[in-house]
């Protein structure tokens, strides 16, 4: 099976941009979830998708959202970039997002904002 | 509170040999699912062990096992035989049961093993 992919692998923007980053889970996942991680904060919970909604969403502010498809593909978006968002970003995919699934990551999508 | 503490920022061990990461987590709920993943410098995240809150048993994956103390809230992974490759960051993560808490995992903040030759 394949795994996680994300793309771009890597992304410079500057600041008051917007950016699009894509996901595409493990074949027969339902559940995508999002975190970002800096050296500061490590990794943090942005929010989960299942079934083309949005079912938990972390402490970030309303210029990170996201959205599924019914493939189970997900896209996450930042409006109005700040320097402080330059980070990595995970996507991970399990079967339903339950208590015993196991998240499989992506390779992350690296962004830097100037 | 921290959810999840890992005290060992980085960490050394001789190649073949044995080492235990630490963890401790913190959580008033009965169910919970405590995860360990590596991950090295290309930024993947690679899942290695689950343990659940009512499993009876330690749970053990190839060189990877986890010694679960419930009550002392500690999930401590131990590699044995380390690789050069090996080398990489472990995080330690934990999941709550809960609606409020689909797909989210608390991860802490992560050892950086090194594996000399």
């Known amino acids: 099976k394949a795994g996680v992919t994300q793309t771009p692998r890597y992304l410079i923007k500057t600041r008051g941009q917007q950016v699009t980053l894509s996901c595409s889970p493990i074949?027969?996942?339902?559940?995508v979830s999002w975190y970002q991680q800096t050296p500061g904060q490590g990794l943090q919970f942005l929010f989960e998708?299942?079934?083309?909604?949005?079912?938990n969403k972390g402490n970030f502010p309303g210029r990170f959202s996201g959205r599924q498809f019914s493939n189970s593909r997900s896209e996450m978006n930042v409006s109005t970039l700040e320097l402080g968002d330059s980070a990595l970003y995970l996507c991970?995919?399990?079967?339903?997002?339950?208590?015993?699934?196991?998240?499989?990551f992506g390779p992350g999508t690296r962004l830097t904002v100037l | 509170a921290q959810k999840i503490t890992q005290t060992q920022p980085g960490m050394f061990v001789q190649e073949k040999e044995a080492v235990t990461l630490d963890c401790t987590y913190d959580?008033?709920?009965?169910?919970?699912?405590l995860f360990w993943y590596k991950q090295p410098s290309s930024g993947e995240m690679i899942f290695l062990i689950y343990?659940?809150?009512?499993?009876?048993q330690n749970a053990t994956e190839g060189r990877y096992s986890l010694n679960f103390q419930k009550a002392r809230k500690s999930a401590n992974l131990v590699i044995s035989a380390s690789q050069l490759g090996d080398s990489a960051m472990y995080f330690c993560a934990m999941r709550e049961s809960g609606s409020g808490n689909t797909g989210k995992l608390i991860f802490g903040q992560g050892t950086t093993l090194q594996v000399k030759p």
């Open positions: 998708y299942f079934s083309e909604t949005q079912r």
């Open positions: 343990q659940g809150s009512y499993d009876q």
């Open positions: 959580t008033s709920d009965p169910s919970y699912g």
């Open positions: 991970a995919s399990s079967l339903d997002g339950v208590l015993t699934d196991t998240q499989y």
């Open positions: 074949s027969g996942h339902r559940s």
